[in-house]
């Protein structure tokens, strides 16, 4: 979804009994999301989005932009994650 200051919008939640509830730790590892727009990947850990319903990317169309920037493309902290636990 496009927000009114130019970026794309993504949810971090989920619904339980009709509440809004964030995501945590138990239930994901990672969130991997797609803007179509920028044709740009982001890979967030949940430690990243602990709390927050929504986030930002593609600020203004650039993939590397806002705070999220740094999750552009970041595969390689899933193979990091898996190899700690492995």
Same mark, same amino acid.
């Given at each position: 979804m496009l927000s009114s200051y130019g970026s794309y919008l993504v949810n971090l939640q989920r619904n339980a009994n009709g509440e809004v509830i964030p995501y945590d730790a138990s239930e994901i590892?990672?969130?991997?999301? =797609?803007?179509?727009?920028?044709?740009?990947?982001?890979v /967030?850990?949940? !430690?990243?989005?602990?709390?927050?319903k929504t986030a930002k990317l593609c600020l203004k169309g650039n993939p590397r932009s806002g705070k999220l920037g740094? =999750?552009?493309?970041?595969?390689?902290?899933?193979?990091? /994650?898996?190899? !700690?636990?492995?």
């Open positions: 590892d990672f969130v991997v999301a =797609y803007v179509m727009l920028c044709e740009a990947w982001f /967030r850990p949940v !430690e990243a989005i602990a709390g927050r740094k =999750y552009w493309e970041a595969w390689g902290l899933m193979r990091t /994650r898996w190899a !700690e636990s492995g």
